[in-house]
Every structure is written in C-alpha cells, then in structure tokens.
C-alpha cells in the first residue's frame, strides 16, 4: 500500500506558474506508475498527465500539452507536476494517484483512466485568476 500527499497548490494569476509535488509513503515507490488528475466543480475527475516507472515515459493530456510537465525522483518518492502558462480553465483539485496495474504494459489506453490507479491523495486545490 502507498499514502499520497499533495502539495503546492495556491491562487495564481493566467499566465502564472505552480509546480504540484506528491510525496509517497509505503511500499516501493519505483513499484507504482504515477499520475495527476483533476476536477472541476459540477465536473467528472480527468486525466492530466502520467510518468512510468522509472520516469522514462510521460504522457499528457492534449489540454495541457507544451504548458505542464510531469516527473518524479523516485529517491525522494516524490511526483511532480510542473504547470506553466496557467489558465482560468485549469481551476481545479488536483489529485495524485499510483498505479500498480499490469494493464499499463499491456494497453497504452490504460494511463488515461481513472480506475486504472489503485491510490489516490486527499488533492490540492489549485485557483488560477483571469
């Protein structure tokens, strides 16, 4: 089992910047794929971005595509999300999630999905102003 903290979530302005951190606890963090998610009020969790293992693969949403970027520093069980070039439809809670699931090797399709990670943080909200 793996705990998720988020942190570095604030109020910035359009056009700002923030960087997420998510600090895990547990088992072998190496063991788990690492992902970021969010939600909107009145709107269902979606898919931001995902790293695997070691890092050496990332994935992003078309939405956030050239603006965040996703990594970790498995000595430090630690998840990042970098988010540049923020806008008012980027306000959102923003989740952190392991993986542990087979599937990911299987089926790229899988790195998108939300029931594909098995442990979720509490999420910290991040406001962005226009």
């Known amino acids: 089992q793996v705990q998720l903290v988020e942190s570095g979530g604030g109020l910035v302005q359009a056009g700002g910047s923030l960087r997420l951190s998510c600090a895990a606890s547990?088992?072998?963090?190496?063991?788990?794929?690492m992902g970021w998610f969010r939600q909107a009020p009145g709107k269902e969790r979606e898919f931001v971005a995902a790293?695997?293992?070691?890092?050496?693969?990332?994935y992003h949403a078309d939405s956030v595509k050239g603006r965040f970027t996703i990594s970790r520093d498995n000595a430090k069980n630690t998840v990042y999300l970098q988010m540049n070039s923020l806008k008012p439809e980027d306000t959102a809670v923003y989740y952190c999630?392991?993986?542990?699931?087979?599937?990911?090797?299987?089926?790229?399709?899988?790195?998108?999905?939300?029931?594909?990670?098995?442990?979720w943080g509490q999420g910290t909200q991040v406001t962005v102003s226009s």
């Open positions: 790293v695997s293992w070691s890092g050496s693969r990332t």
């Open positions: 999630a392991a993986a542990s699931s087979s599937a990911l090797r299987k089926d790229d399709s899988s790195w998108y999905k939300v029931f594909t990670y098995d442990y």
């Open positions: 547990g088992r072998a963090f190496s063991s788990y794929a």
